[in-house]
């Protein structure tokens, strides 16, 4: 059998066409398919100087048992790798060792060793705890049960173009809705039903304001989008108060400490937050092409209310910066060897430039550690670094340093914002560094200045620096007091 790493490309989609027949025959449900085949391309990728019929037991000994010493990987993704090669060289290439080559010893000894680790088995937790709740219906579950009902709003949705996050805030509300009103067909819902939902969620579930109009929204457009009907005035509702808050802003001395304390690559992360005033998201999805160090500027694009802006890019985190650039560029060039190198492109953008997404400038600049499925096209491949390990690690940081003031994400941004202020920038300039459409959101920021009408001195830093003054005069003031007491005395005699 030759080697699917042969220059024939034929042979090579003659050799995957058998693979995946192997996978049929047993059964391998169709979304794991994929995952057989990449973890067989990293075996191969791993040996790419050997053929893979001269391959022995010693050389997969030495790949599972390098695998099973990474108490990370799960003893299902193991199964799945021994699995995976399994099918390789007994079913496909039928070598004589792979017959009698103990596969399932392997997967056994793995799992032992976990248990055996600090890292306690998570069925064995299920089993200690003898009592059975009963728990209500999770928001999984309701989608699952919804789902015909929620299949054309997804299709729409993805129609629109918006962002897979408002297609899972949104299904998500609807299900929540028709569980609500379970007694009513979806189709036959009307405007009484909205509005007696809208006020169990502040009554009853006492949600933010934000929540509450996140609910309508995606309410309103399963009528006006889906049902092609209009909601009608549903007339007025308990709304949810939407209180004034001040936002949460660290001291210089604060914002170097909690810098400082994260780790690798969070700290380049926070760096950026805090230099360039970006949201989260925006940060974690930077691309390799939006760094622009010619100009020192970062292009943020497809930010909030979709729209670009430039912000500058801090001298500080350039070095840091291209080292980063440069891991990513050698994770890629291992990507593009087992076919997962390409990105998610938004919009049509992968159909208009075919080759784009294998490109290294479309890359993102702050890549996942693995690989994983893209949840609309099940296409496997390397998307940005989950958000919740920065929030994380600043989290635990702030705990560490003692910092008490409620900080995350979305400080670094308030911090970014106040720090120019204070430095004497512009108001209009910070506004349209942070994106605002209107210079008013960018003035709370001035009442964390203490600025215009707020900026007075309490009454009682007042008294106590007059009586500071005073008390370095020595006995100015008894000496004032006998000279009063003595002129009343001698007033009063005449």
Not at 69 to 83: A, E, G, S, T
Not at 114 to 127: G, P, R, T, V, Y
Not at 244 to 268: A, F, H, M, N, W
Request: net charge positive.
């Amino acid at each position: 059998m030759a080697s699917p790493v042969a220059s024939d490309k034929s042979q090579i989609e003659e050799f995957w066409n058998r693979y995946l027949e192997i996978l049929h025959f047993y059964k391998v449900f169709k979304p794991f398919e994929q995952w057989y085949v990449i973890r067989v391309k990293q075996y191969i990728a791993a040996h790419s100087g050997t053929r893979l019929a001269s391959h022995n037991p010693a050389m997969v000994d030495h790949w599972l048992d390098d695998l099973g010493r990474n108490l990370d990987v799960q003893h299902w993704q193991y199964r799945q790798i021994v699995m995976a090669l399994q099918y390789l060289f007994r079913d496909l290439l039928k070598l004589s060792w792979a017959q009698g080559y103990p596969w399932d010893l392997k997967v056994t000894t793995y799992i032992k060793r976990l248990k055996d680790s600090e890292h306690q088995n998570i069925h064995s937790l299920a089993n200690q705890n003898k009592k059975i709740y009963l728990k209500k219906p999770s928001v999984n579950s309701l989608i699952e049960r919804y789902q015909p009902v929620l299949e054309p709003v997804i299709k729409c949705i993805r129609l629109k173009h918006y962002s897979y996050r408002t297609e899972q805030a949104y299904t998500q509300w609807l299900a929540r809705f028709f569980a609500y009103n379970s007694g009513t067909k979806p189709a036959d819902l009307a405007g009484s039903h909205v509005v007696h939902y809208l006020e169990h969620l502040v009554i009853k579930r006492h949600v933010a304001s934000s929540t509450q109009k996140q609910c309508l929204n995606a309410i309103v457009f399963y009528f006006r989008y889906v049902l092609d009907k209009d909601i009608g005035a549903i007339g007025e509702f308990v709304r949810s108060k939407r209180p004034k808050r001040i936002p949460t802003v660290l001291t210089r001395s604060e914002t170097r400490l909690l810098i400082d304390k994260l780790p690798g690559v969070y700290q380049l992360m926070a760096s950026i937050l805090y230099g360039s005033g970006l949201r989260l998201m925006e940060c974690a999805t930077l691309r390799i092409q939006d760094i622009d160090f010619g100009y020192r500027q970062i292009t943020v694009r497809n930010a909030k209310g979709n729209k670009d802006r430039v912000v500058p890019l801090p001298l500080a985190v350039i070095e840091d910066l291209k080292r980063q650039i440069q891991e990513v560029a050698k994770q890629h060039e291992e990507d593009l060897k087992i076919d997962c190198g390409d990105v998610y492109l938004p919009f049509a953008l992968a159909e208009k430039y075919p080759n784009a997404a294998k490109e290294l400038k479309w890359q993102y600049v702050f890549a996942s550690s693995r690989l994983s499925a893209d949840p609309r096209s099940g296409k496997v491949r390397r998307h940005h670094i989950h958000e919740s390990g920065l929030q994380r690690s600043i989290k635990r940081a702030t705990r560490q340093l003692n910092i008490n003031k409620r900080v995350n994400c979305h400080t670094f941004r308030h911090s970014f914002a106040t720090h120019l202020l204070e430095s004497g920038a512009d108001i209009r300039t910070v506004q349209e560094l942070l994106g605002h459409a209107d210079v008013a959101t960018t003035m709370i920021y001035t009442h964390v200045l203490n600025q215009g009408g707020l900026a007075v001195v309490s009454p009682l830093d007042n008294l106590n620096e007059v009586a500071g003054r005073y008390s370095t005069c020595g006995n100015y003031l008894d000496n004032i007091a006998m000279r009063e007491n003595s002129v009343h005395y001698r007033c009063h005699i005449h």
